[in-house]
């Protein structure tokens, strides 16, 4: 099994870097993978992996507690880092008549945008339907 194989390999990773004394942060961006194909593994190897670090990252308050009580880990070794925006990163170059212009559409078109990628979890096919129900 490649996935088992590659997590024994991360956990003597993590191992290795606790001998030289190099501190491991973790963070967790979900509970479990949104597409696991082996849950059972995954969830004993995050166990295992949460004790192993020295330190966890979650981005909102919820996401803590759910965090310690499924990792079974104190909520002291675990930190909450808002995730930032990129507002104001990336300057808006264009307006948005000449927007409307190069989409092609019109000023009065009802616009709906979703970003990323499309994976079954995201509940695209509930996005698509509020989406016929508002027009």
Known sequence: MKYLAKSINLVFQILFCRLLKIKIVWTVHNKYSHDAQYLKIEKI????????????????????????????????????????????FYPNTITKDKAIEELNIDSNDFVFVFFGMIRPYKGILNLMNSFINVN
């Open 45 to 88: 190897m995050r166990v295992l992996i949460a004790f192993l670090v020295n330190h966890i990252i979650v981005f909102e308050q919820s996401a803590k507690e759910l965090i310690a009580s499924s990792y079974k880990v104190s909520k002291k070794k675990i930190s909450v880092i808002h995730h930032g925006n990129y507002i104001n």
